[in-house]
């Protein structure tokens, strides 16, 4: 009996200890905070641990004369809704079946991202750039054996603008498109109403779809949007739903064939279990390693079998302010902002050092040939003078400061919107609140799924809010972000900035066709979003994958690993 | 017996359509919907022209537009022509409205000829760029060319082809081509284009022979611009699929066609809305498109429900197969060494959650290799024998199914041992014991059966739970089934899946209840079914 009496005594000491060992465990990664708590931040310092480059480069040990043959197991994190580009553009259906499945017109070239010929042998602009005209390949087959013609492009097309299709987004791309016509077999002429940069990028994304396949049935939810068939160098073997995606090689591929035999996407949902089964050698690629697992987890012998491949993409997290609200108004309080927020410090502690701050959306290589905007530093003292200055003193007292505008007492008090479920975006928002409560602003954060957020930021119901800006072309029109036509009516300015400056530079820039003449337009324009942050850019995130040693014939690229340039020894097939 | 359950069945169809209407408006309270996710997602590079376009398509390919449950202002196809053509010249929206318009084709002419004349300058041009394209369908370009003034040309036409443009001479024609398919009809109907939708629509209700079919889908594709078609010669099921799919269509497309006048009109206001427009397919177990990935809602149950069914029956299995055992056993040695450890052990299991429990499972059992951490089957399993099968099945099971197992094992036994505990202290055991039966045979024989009555009610309650799935298990194990599938619908805001579970939750639970009270009448010679002999009482 007297054991018994022990045993609650046993348990509540067994509990205690679990709790106070996971204690243990959190001040680690916790320990900024406690630090920012009783003064100036805890030095953190990123010194040179990883080694991460601009995409497009080799992965060093990996050349050698390719051997064709084998299987390469790539992880995915979720299943594409299906493959057809035009109807949703999901970013794993494009890793899946852009360029290796469906081809495009033409497209950019993964490692310079120079625009190259893919189902069009050649092109001519004529007519001021208003008319182009490609010279379709000859002997394209489509997977199941039927030849392609221009009659597909022009079907494709047809698509496009046809408003039965649900393709108002793609659509968007092509808005400068009047009329189109297939002359010939192997000709087809795109006429324009006005001449656009971005259309030639944007060819790389509009997938060209076979006419006899979807000649019959509803376009919207054709059964070839989740069978395709394509003129890639992979064609889609089965799609086992929940499980995996395969896909093999063409055989009767136009150009040169791909090395490997297949390649098989294994859907393993939680990130966890992914690493787990690269532990288990059941996965030979896995990106998009959490931060963590890149800094904790790696011991070395995973890193005897796989390389760490570290690249920065184009791919940027930001911070808005709707320039609505009394306290965003003016740009040299929103400057100020930008300067309490310490990057340095959420780099070095959420991010593990897996990114680096940055002052322009684009990352600091891009546009070519322009220098990069340096960041605003951190500068707390320098922020609250310009607060003072700007009016925004604490008048009544209580700790927060206010302004009277239009004769109320308007404090300095918002809500930071954020998307529910990334521990990361709580930390980050953690450290900046600790930063403006002592500056005497009073932020507070709010968390809402996914559809909310994106329903507010349209509806500019919102005063400041994260978002993570991630693109796969040079070639970007900045317009639809930062034009003031955009900042009503479902546009994505959603911060609802508006400079006559940039609006001319947007209206003008998308019609240029040289592009250092654009780029420095556009470096101009960087230079006017710097200098008054209706956004805080803050950090350009590294990309993180394990690639098993297996796989030869590997490089980084903004457009993913290039399956079809991808080689396994045959020793190790 | 069969009266009774004949009974409870009646009563059960107004209370499912109570829970689906409770359901519905519920579903649509939390803000955002299904456009949100759609356009969020299109990345930051489109237009606010076309977001704006593509929230109109989507809302109205998923019915959003329209109200829940009563339309008091049902839209059809006059109303939708003048709101299209007062947008014309707006220079954002405008190509948008044009295009449109051109889509709908010759039905709109009745409205937007007699008018034109009267129409505001702006408008007019872009109503007459839109008549411009639909000529071409009815074969009228050359002499609109030839035309001096274009207005003066389409009103000079509708003086003399109004005549042409009625339902019932659209119907005549369209019989008649559906019959024989002569040249110089279907040349007669072109110059009608898309009037003769509504008549198309009604030939095609009248489930048409192959040949019939082959000429009412031509025709129809030709005028809406959307090909789907039968030829004569293709098996029994495509002419079937096509005809379900232009059906399928028309209950998306009606108010694009249709005017709504009169009788018609107090129709619409109940039909066109957005619970009607649910609760009309639920006869044919059509659940409606995953707004997600437009695929149809009862193809993912199909691939869906099966895997959930099988690893939450085998946990329900288990779960008793351990509980009602160990509930017995403690109930029996109750306040022994025996009942207080079951009962420490049982609690802290059960305090223990799955997602931790299912990571060290992963990160010590699968990190050694002895089982596979994903999916239920190996690559290569459609090749294995049926015991190779069956091994492959177990040991992906495994995990999976101990997961979602020894949380309900701890209930399950509490619940056995209490029932059990009330059991042994009435009379009759008392009376079995006195005449001599052994303790064994007293628990098993006499108590048991009286025993199991609170879990057998328990086990009718379980019935949705072998539908609903789990998110977490099904997340850490990447097993394909309900419960991840219903958590991302909910934050998508997929309304149909959303709904097709809810219903099927209602369906189930209901059989549930009714099962367990057959089983009750069943364990219990007590408990009868409402016949005469009880209401006698």
């Not at chain 2, 119907?171 to 040349?187: H, I, T, W």
Request: net charge neutral; hydrophobic share 45%.
């Amino acid at each position: 009996m007297s054991f018994l009496r022990l045993v609650p005594v046993i348990l509540a000491a067994f509990l205690i200890s679990c709790i106070s060992s996971g204690r243990d465990r959190k001040r680690d990664g916790g320990r900024e905070r406690s630090a920012t708590d009783g003064g100036r931040p805890a030095a953190c310092a990123c010194e040179d641990r990883w080694r991460i480059e601009p995409a497009g480069r080799d992965v060093p040990g990996t050349g050698g004369t390719p051997e064709p043959g084998g299987t390469m197991v790539v992880h995915a994190d979720s299943e594409p809704p299906h493959f057809n580009y035009m109807l949703k553009p999901d970013a794993m259906a494009t890793w899946i079946a852009m360029h290796d499945v469906l081809e495009t017109l033409v497209r950019l070239d993964p490692r310079t991202l120079e625009i190259v010929p893919e189902l069009a042998e050649r092109w001519e602009v004529s007519d001021e750039g208003k008319t182009i005209t490609f010279h379709l390949r000859s002997g394209v087959e489509w997977h199941d054996g039927r030849p392609f013609s221009s009659a597909d492009v022009a079907f494709t097309f047809d698509r496009l603008m046809d408003p039965n299709v649900l393709a108002a987004a793609q659509r968007a791309d092509f808005e400068n498109v009047d009329r189109w016509e297939a002359p010939d077999e192997r000709t087809f002429v795109l006429r324009l109403k006005w001449v656009h940069f971005a259309t030639m990028p944007n060819l790389d994304h509009l997938q060209i779809l076979p006419r006899h396949v979807f000649a019959r049935g509803d376009f919207n939810n054709h059964p070839a949007n989740r069978a395709p068939v394509g003129t890639g160098p992979f064609v889609l073997d089965h799609w086992t739903p929940g499980d995996e995606i395969v896909l093999v090689k063409n055989r009767r591929y136009w150009g040169r064939p791909a090395w490997l035999d297949r390649v098989i996407y294994r859907v393993v949902r939680d990130r966890s279990v992914a690493f787990e089964m690269c532990k288990r050698g059941e996965i030979d690629l896995m990106w998009r390693l959490l931060p963590e697992q890149v800094a904790d987890q790696l011991d070395p012998e995973l890193l005897s079998r796989y390389n760490l491949v570290q690249y920065w993409p184009f791919k940027t997290a930001f911070w808005v302010y709707n320039t609505r609200r009394p306290f965003f108004r003016e740009a040299r309080v929103r400057r100020a902002l930008t300067m309490l927020i310490d990057r340095d410090m959420i780099r070095c502690s959420v991010e593990r050092c897996l990114s680096r701050v940055v002052g322009q959306l684009y990352p600091p290589e891009q546009p070519v040939g322009q220098p990069p905007i340096p960041p605003i530093p951190f500068d707390p003292e320098r922020a609250k003078a310009i607060l003072d200055e700007a009016g925004w003193r604490d008048s009544d007292g209580d700790g927060v400061r206010d302004k009277r505008i239009d004769g109320k007492l308007v404090p300095f008090r918002f809500t930071f919107l954020a998307t529910a479920g990334s521990t990361s975006l709580q930390r980050q928002a953690a450290i900046v609140q600790n930063e403006l409560r002592r500056a005497g602003i009073d932020m507070d954060i709010q968390q809402t799924d996914w559809v909310v957020f994106s329903e507010r930021l349209r509806e500019h119901e919102f005063d400041a809010g994260s978002l993570l800006w991630v693109f796969d072309s040079p070639a970007i029109d900045l317009f639809s972000i930062f034009h003031s036509s955009q900042a009503s009516g479902g546009g994505v300015n959603y911060g609802a900035w508006r400079h006559a400056e940039a609006d001319r530079i947007l209206d003008e820039a998308r019609h240029v066709l040289d592009a250092s003449r654009r780029n420095a337009m556009y470096h101009r324009l960087s230079e006017l979003v710097a200098e008054e942050q209706p956004y805080t850019v803050m950090l350009n995130q590294a990309n993180n994958s394990l690639v098993s040693k297996r796989l030869h014939g590997v490089y980084t690229s903004i457009a993913w690993y290039q399956e079809r340039d991808v080689w396994i020894p045959r020793a190790e097939q | 017996m069969i009266r009774y359950i004949g009974r409870r069945l009646v009563t059960m169809i107004p209370t499912f359509f109570g829970i689906t209407i409770v359901t519905f408006v519920l579903m649509h309270l939390p803000p955002g919907d299904p456009v949100a996710a759609q356009v969020g997602e299109g990345g930051m590079r489109a237009s606010a022209a076309a977001n704006a376009e593509l929230i109109e398509e989507y809302r109205r390919a998923h019915f959003l537009d329209l109200p829940l449950f009563v339309n008091t202002r049902p839209d059809d196809m006059p109303k939708q022509v003048q709101r299209l053509v007062e947008r014309l010249p707006d220079p954002e929206r405008g190509s948008w409205a044009a295009r449109q318009l051109v889509l709908r084709g010759g039905i709109i002419l009745p409205v937007l000829l007699p008018k034109l004349a009267r129409l505001p300058e702006e408008q007019r041009a872009g109503a007459l760029a839109v008549l411009s394209r639909i000529a071409e369908r009815i074969g009228a370009t050359e002499d609109l060319e030839q035309a001096a003034d274009p207005t003066a040309f389409w009103t000079g036409y509708w003086e003399l082809h109004r005549i042409d443009f009625r339902p019932a001479n659209a119907d005549r024609l369209v019989r008649r081509y559906a019959r024989r398919g002569s040249p110089a009809v279907l040349a007669e109907l072109r110059t009608l284009d898309s009037f003769i939708v509504p008549s198309v629509v009604d030939a095609l209700g009248r489930d048409p022979a192959g040949g019939e079919l082959d000429r009412l889908s031509t025709l129809i594709s030709l005028v809406t611009g959307r090909e789907v078609v039968y030829r004569v010669g293709e098996p029994e099921s495509r002419r079937r699929e096509t005809i379900a799919d232009w059906k399928e269509w028309w209950f998306k497309h009606e108010s694009d066609y249709a005017t709504f006048r009169g009788p018609a009109r107090f129709v619409a206001m109940a039909t066109e809305t957005r619970y009607f427009k649910w609760a009309s397919r639920i006869g044919s177990l059509s659940f409606g498109l995953s707004s997600r990935d437009q695929r149809p809602i009862a193809d993912k149950l199909r691939e869906k429900a099966p895997v959930t069914l099988l690893v939450a029956s085998l946990s329900v299995f288990f779960a008793y197969l351990f509980a009602i055992p160990l509930g017995v056993f403690s109930a029996v040695r109750r306040g022994r060494l025996a009942d207080r450890a079951i009962a420490v052990v049982l609690f802290v299991a059960a305090s223990m959650p799955g997602f931790w429990v299912g990571m060290n499972l992963i990160r010590t059992i699968g990190r050694a290799g002895w089982l596979p951490i994903r999916g239920l089957t190996s690559a290569g399993y459609e090749e294995m024998s049926l015991w190779g099968k069956a091994i492959d099945l177990t040991s992906h099971l495994a995990m999976p199914v101990f997961c979602l197992t020894y949380v309900s094992i701890a209930a399950l036994s509490r619940y056995q041992r209490v029932a059990m505990l009330e059991v042994v202290r009435q009379d009759y055991i008392r009376t079995a014991r006195a005449k001599g039966v052994a303790p064994r045979g007293v628990i098993w024989k006499h108590a048991m059966r009286n025993a199991l009555l609170p879990v057998v009610t328990l086990l009718g309650l379980q019935l949705p739970f072998l539908l609903g799935g789990s998110v977490i298990i099904e997340q850490l194990f990447s097993i394909n089934g309900m419960g991840l599938e219903t958590f991302e619908a909910i934050l998508y805001r997929d309304y149909n899946w959303t709904m097709a579970v809810v219903t099927l939750s209602a369906v189930l639970t209901m059989a549930g209840v009714l099962v367990a009270d057959i089983l009750y009448a069943l364990v219990d010679p007590r408990i009868g079914f409402g016949g005469r002999r009880s209401r006698g009482r």
